[in-house]
């Protein structure tokens, strides 16, 4: 008998018609995956050390795909 394989890969979709948006929260430009963090308290602990050490200023938000919360850069 044939053996059915089910392979899922959380590949990124690459939607670049119509707007839409969504998932652009949960990945990076590199089309990999941004780093989860379980709570806010590790995403805020996160984004100081990166403040403090390198002066950079991160954003901690809820994200709408796994849930968990991620960094996003802030310009301006
Ligand atoms: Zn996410």
């Excluded at 899922?8 to 780093?35: F, I, N, V, Y």
């Amino acid at each position: 008998m044939a053996k059915a394989r089910r392979g899922r890969k959380p590949l990124p979709r690459r939607d670049t018609s119509s707007g839409g948006g969504g998932g652009r929260e949960h990945w990076r430009a590199d089309g990999q995956p941004k780093t989860r963090y379980p709570s806010s308290g590790d995403a805020n602990r996160y984004a100081l050390q990166a403040l403090l050490e390198d002066g950079v200023q991160l954003d901690p938000y809820v994200c709408g795909i796994c849930g968990d919360w991620h960094l996003g850069n802030r310009r301006g």
